[in-house]
C-alpha cells in the first residue's frame, strides 16, 4: 500500500538513497537534495511542506517524491500553478519494479492535483528507465534540451569590449524577461518550461544580466547557486546570435566562478550550443521534459446566486 512518509519509514529511505533515479536532472545536479531531510520536514509540517514523499513497505520497498511550485497567480494575471518530479527509489530491474514506479507516479500526480497543480513536469534522461515508464503514467514529451558543463577555470579570457545594452538585472525588469520568454518558446512548451525555472527558483538566484535594444529585453543570463554549482538559463532573441558569443564570455569573465556551471540548452535555442562549447562547456547528456495535466479535485462546488434560485425554482415545479 502507498502512503505518506511516517517516521517508521527512516529505514526506508536510509537504503534506498543511493538507488533513487533523478526525475529533476538540473535542479538535483545542481543543488542536489536530501530525500530524509525532506521528507522529515513534510512528515513535521503535516502536509504544509511543498514535498510530498510517498513510501511503499508491503511489497518492494520503494519511495517517490514530488514538490509543489509557488503559486505566481496574482489579482490581475490568473497563471497556472505547477508541480515537478523530483525523484523515484529504486531503479526498476523486472515489470514489478517498473509496476511500482507507474503505481508511484500515478498517487504522486493525484496528490499534485489535490493540492492545486495544474500540470506535473519531469526533466528526465533521454535514455533512461523513466523516459520509458513516465509515457506509460500520462506524460507527454514537449522538448529536449542538452545539458551543458562548464568547469571553472582561472585562465578563463575575459571579453573586454563593453557590449551596448548589456547591464545587471533590475527588479523592474521581470515583466520584459517574461515577455521575452513569452516570444522566443513555443506556446505549447512554455508551462514546463516556466515550471522548470520555477524550480530553479528554489535556490538562490545570486546574479543577473539583460541585453537590451530599443527598450526591450533581447537576451537574458540567470545564475542560480546550489550546493554542487550553479545553473546558467540563456534566452535570446534568434536575431540577436551573431553577438551571444560575445555576452556569454563578457558575464562569465565577470562574474568570477570556480567551480561547475550547468546550462541546459532547450531544442529551439539549438544554435546556442556550439556557442558553448566555444566558451569551453561540454556535453553532459540528453534529457527528455514531459508533462502530464490533472484534474484539480473540487472540494465544494460554488454556485452563484442566480443559479441557485434556478434550481430552486426547477425543484418546487
Given at each position: 500500500?502507498?502512503?505518506?512518509?511516517?517516521?517508521?519509514?527512516?529505514?526506508?529511505?536510509?537504503?534506498?538513497?543511493?538507488?533513487?533515479?533523478?526525475?529533476?536532472?538540473?535542479?538535483?545536479?545542481?543543488?542536489?537534495?536530501?530525500?530524509?531531510?525532506?521528507?522529515?520536514?513534510?512528515?513535521?509540517?503535516?502536509?504544509?511542506?511543498?514535498?510530498?514523499?510517498?513510501?511503499?513497505?508491503?511489497?518492494?520497498?520503494?519511495?517517490?517524491?514530488?514538490?509543489?511550485?509557488?503559486?505566481?497567480?496574482?489579482?490581475?494575471?490568473?497563471?497556472?500553478?505547477?508541480?515537478?518530479?523530483?525523484?523515484?527509489?529504486?531503479?526498476?530491474?523486472?515489470?514489478?519494479?517498473?509496476?511500482?514506479?507507474?503505481?508511484?507516479?500515478?498517487?504522486?500526480?493525484?496528490?499534485?492535483?489535490?493540492?492545486?497543480?495544474?500540470?506535473?513536469?519531469?526533466?528526465?534522461?533521454?535514455?533512461?528507465?523513466?523516459?520509458?515508464?513516465?509515457?506509460?503514467?500520462?506524460?507527454?514529451?514537449?522538448?529536449?534540451?542538452?545539458?551543458?558543463?562548464?568547469?571553472?577555470?582561472?585562465?578563463?579570457?575575459?571579453?573586454?569590449?563593453?557590449?551596448?545594452?548589456?547591464?545587471?538585472?533590475?527588479?523592474?525588469?521581470?515583466?520584459?524577461?517574461?515577455?521575452l520568454h513569452i516570444r522566443c518558446a513555443p506556446r505549447l512548451t512554455w508551462?514546463?518550461?516556466?515550471?522548470?525555472?520555477?524550480?530553479?527558483?528554489?535556490?538562490?538566484?545570486?546574479?543577473?544580466?539583460?541585453?537590451?535594444?530599443?527598450?526591450?529585453?533581447?537576451?537574458?543570463?540567470?545564475?542560480?547557486?546550489?550546493?554542487?554549482?550553479?545553473?546558467?538559463?540563456?534566452l535570446f532573441r534568434p536575431e540577436y546570435e551573431e553577438i551571444a558569443g560575445?555576452?556569454?564570455?563578457?558575464?562569465?569573465?565577470?562574474?568570477?566562478?570556480?567551480?561547475?556551471?550547468?546550462?541546459?540548452?532547450?531544442?529551439?535555442?539549438?544554435?546556442?550550443?556550439?556557442?558553448?562549447?566555444?566558451?569551453?562547456?561540454?556535453?553532459?547528456?540528453?534529457?527528455?521534459?514531459?508533462?502530464?495535466?490533472?484534474?484539480?479535485?473540487?472540494?465544494?462546488?460554488?454556485?452563484?446566486?442566480?443559479?441557485?434560485?434556478?434550481?430552486?425554482?426547477?425543484?418546487?415545479?
Amino acid at each position: 500500500m502507498i502512503r505518506p512518509f511516517d517516521i517508521r519509514d527512516v529505514g526506508v529511505l536510509q537504503r534506498l538513497h543511493a538507488h533513487a533515479r533523478p526525475l529533476a536532472t538540473q535542479m538535483i545536479v545542481v543543488g542536489g537534495i536530501h530525500p530524509l531531510r525532506e521528507a522529515m520536514r513534510s512528515y513535521v509540517a503535516g502536509g504544509r511542506d511543498p514535498v510530498l514523499c510517498l513510501v511503499e513497505r508491503e511489497g518492494i520497498e520503494a519511495f517517490g517524491m514530488l514538490r509543489m511550485l509557488p503559486d505566481e497567480s496574482s489579482a490581475e494575471v490568473a497563471r497556472p500553478r505547477g508541480a515537478a518530479l523530483l525523484l523515484a527509489a529504486p531503479s526498476p530491474r523486472d515489470e514489478d519494479g517498473a509496476h511500482l514506479w507507474m503505481l508511484l507516479v500515478q498517487e504522486l500526480t493525484a496528490g499534485a492535483a489535490e493540492r492545486g497543480a495544474h500540470h506535473i513536469v519531469a526533466d528526465v534522461h533521454e535514455g533512461g528507465i523513466e523516459a520509458q515508464i513516465l509515457p506509460v503514467c500520462g506524460f507527454v514529451p514537449m522538448f529536449q534540451q542538452e545539458l551543458m558543463k562548464h568547469v571553472g577555470r582561472r585562465d578563463f579570457v575575459l571579453n573586454d569590449e563593453p557590449v551596448a545594452g548589456l547591464r545587471p538585472v533590475e527588479r523592474n525588469d521581470a515583466p520584459l524577461i517574461r515577455a521575452l520568454h513569452i516570444r522566443c518558446a513555443p506556446r505549447l512548451t512554455w508551462a514546463a518550461e516556466s515550471s522548470l525555472d520555477a524550480l530553479l527558483g528554489v535556490m538562490n538566484v545570486q546574479r543577473g544580466f539583460v541585453l537590451v535594444r530599443s527598450n526591450e529585453v533581447v537576451g537574458h543570463i540567470g545564475f542560480w547557486h546550489g550546493r554542487r554549482g550553479r545553473a546558467m538559463q540563456c534566452l535570446f532573441r534568434p536575431e540577436y546570435e551573431e553577438i551571444a558569443g560575445a555576452v556569454l564570455r563578457r558575464v562569465l569573465g565577470t562574474v568570477h566562478y570556480r567551480r561547475s556551471t550547468y546550462c541546459c540548452v532547450r531544442s529551439y535555442q539549438s544554435w546556442l550550443a556550439p556557442v558553448l562549447t566555444e566558451l569551453g562547456f561540454v556535453h553532459v547528456s540528453s534529457n527528455q521534459v514531459m508533462m502530464r495535466h490533472s484534474a484539480p479535485r473540487v472540494q465544494a462546488p460554488v454556485w452563484s446566486v442566480a443559479l441557485r434560485g434556478r434550481r430552486l425554482l426547477a425543484t418546487d415545479d
